[in-house]
């Protein structure tokens, strides 16, 4: 059987984590999200994490080969082997070439679904953000408040801004997003791979959406 590799595409704040959670349960396939790669090493306090730190902290991308060297590591365990959902990669040229190299000598397929949402709404969202220092659950000061102020409402855990969820990081982020990751978009789509997805929605209409482009896209 061929792997089936779906990578979610789209900016910071953009659902891509809330919907991969549900998509890799829906799909059958591991969520790998290499943002939650680099906060795991951070928080275990390895030399990866401690490389990573400064680059997370102002917005910018961490460098290619410190990225390539975990995702490869980590998708070639064993859970892995039938395909994996990618979030938060590829989010420059280079690390999708290497994606494309890695999968072609595998022979495995490869499909994007490319979340867009508008600037405004990414601000709001990710600026509004509390995330759960316990189980990575996410709240929203407005859109999805927790029931008891500062706390968790799945494990009861201290709900924290991210420190790159502040104002001045999140335009850094969006900048680097266009600059850097935005081209991907029409790199993918020249190679018949990509499928828009509105994301400017009720996640759970958003989530429906995805099912129905994975599953169009699917190869048979
Ligand atoms: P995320 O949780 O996906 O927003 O990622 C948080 C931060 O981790 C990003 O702002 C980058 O500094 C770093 N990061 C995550 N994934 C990548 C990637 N594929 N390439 C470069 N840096 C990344």
């Not at 306090?45 to 680059?55: I, P, Q, S, V």
């Not at 070639?76 to 938060?88: F, K």
């Not at 790199?187 to 997805?197: N, T």
Request: one cysteine or more; charged letters at 25%.
């Amino acid at each position: 059987m061929t792997a089936r590799v779906v990578v979610l595409l789209g900016p910071p704040g953009a659902g891509k984590g809330t919907q991969a959670s549900r998509l890799s349960v829906e799909l059958g396939l591991p969520h790998v999200s290499t943002g939650d790669l680099f906060r795991e090493n951070l928080a275990q306090g390895t030399e990866l994490g401690r490389r990573a730190k400064a680059f997370m902290d102002s917005g910018r991308l961490v460098p290619d080969e410190l990225v390539l060297e975990m995702l490869f590591d980590r998708v070639a365990r064993p859970d892995c082997a039938e395909g994996y959902l990618l979030d938060g990669f590829p989010r420059t040229l280079p690390q999708a070439q290497a994606l494309e190299q890695r999968l072609e000598a595998s022979g495995a397929s490869i499909q994007v679904l490319d979340l867009a949402v508008p600037d405004a709404a990414l601000v709001d969202r990710l600026t509004g953000r509390r995330t759960c220092s316990g189980c990575g659950n996410v709240h929203h000061v407005r859109y999805a408040p927790s029931r008891v102020a500062g706390r968790c409402d799945k494990c009861g855990g201290e709900l924290k801004q991210r420190s790159d969820d502040t104002p001045e990081v999140v335009e850094k982020r969006l900048a680097v997003y266009r600059q850097q990751t935005q081209p991907l978009e029409g790199w993918y789509r020249s190679r018949g791979v990509l499928h828009d997805v509105d994301g400017d929605r009720a996640p759970a209409q958003v989530f429906e959406s995805l099912k129905r482009a994975a599953s169009e896209g699917a190869a048979t």
